[in-house]
C-alpha cells in the first residue's frame, strides 16, 4: 500500500515557475514508477510525466517538453515536478500516481495503469 500526498500548487502568473512534490509512505517507494497527471474542468484526464524507479528514464507529454522536469529522491520517497514556462492552458488539478508494475515504455501515459493516487494539488495560471 502507498499513500500518496502532493503539495507546491498555487496561483501563478504566465512564464512563472512552480515546483510540485509528491510525498509517498511506504518502504518500497523505490520500486514505483512515478507519473504526475492533471485534469482540467470538464476535461479528462490527461498524462503529464512519469519516471521510472531509477530516475534514468523520463516521459513528458508533447505539451510540457522542455518547459516541465520531474525528478525523484528515493531516499526521501519523493518525486519532484519543476514546472517553468507556466501557461494558463497548464491550469489544473496535478496528481500523483504510483505503480509497481507499469512500464516507462508502454502504459505509463493511462491513468488506469496506476494504482495508487494522490488528492491532487491546484494548479492556476493567469494571464
Known amino acids: 500500500q502507498v499513500q500518496l500526498v502532493e503539495s507546491g500548487g498555487g496561483l501563478v502568473q504566465a512564464g512563472d515557475s512552480l515546483r510540485l512534490s509528491c510525498a509517498a509512505s511506504g518502504r518500497t517507494f523505490g520500486s514505483y514508477v512515478m507519473g504526475w497527471f492533471r485534469q482540467a474542468p470538464g476535461k479528462e484526464r490527461e498524462f503529464v510525466v512519469a519516471?521510472?524507479?531509477?530516475?534514468?528514464?523520463?516521459r513528458y507529454a508533447d505539451s510540457v517538453k522542455g518547459r516541465f522536469s520531474i525528478s525523484r529522491d528515493n531516499a526521501k520517497n519523493t518525486v519532484y515536478l519543476q514546472m517553468n514556462s507556466l501557461k494558463p492552458e497548464d491550469t489544473a488539478v496535478y496528481y500523483c500516481?504510483?505503480?509497481?508494475?507499469?512500464?516507462?515504455?508502454?502504459?505509463?501515459?493511462?491513468?488506469?495503469?496506476?494504482?495508487?493516487w494522490g488528492q491532487g494539488t491546484q494548479v492556476t495560471v493567469s494571464s
Open positions: 500516481a504510483a505503480d509497481s508494475r507499469v512500464s516507462v515504455n508502454y502504459g505509463f501515459n493511462f491513468p488506469a495503469s496506476y494504482a495508487y
Open positions: 519516471i521510472n524507479w531509477s530516475g534514468g528514464t523520463t
